[in-house]
């Protein structure tokens, strides 16, 4: 991988890290809210959901591999 591609990788990582936190905070006042949307709520946790798994793809990739 190359410095230019790296640099990208972690900018991009970072902007998924920034919704991630976004969508948690959402989630934290619907979650408050008595009048929730339960589909909205869904939705939202689903989004986070794959964003987690996203974060994590890409932090192994930026991750160098590593002799046993």
């Known amino acids: 991988m190359t410095p230019d591609e790296e640099a990208a990788l972690r900018a991009t ?25 339960q589909l909205q709520l869904r939705r ?12 994590a793809r890409i932090e192994s990739r930026l991750i160098p591999d590593q002799l046993a």
Do not use: F, N, Q, T
């Open 13 to 37: 990582l970072e902007e998924y890290r920034l919704e991630h936190c976004g969508l948690d905070a959402a989630i934290e006042r619907l979650v408050h809210d008595p009048s929730m949307d």
């Open 44 to 55: 939202l946790k689903k989004r986070k959901l794959a964003l987690k798994d996203i974060i």
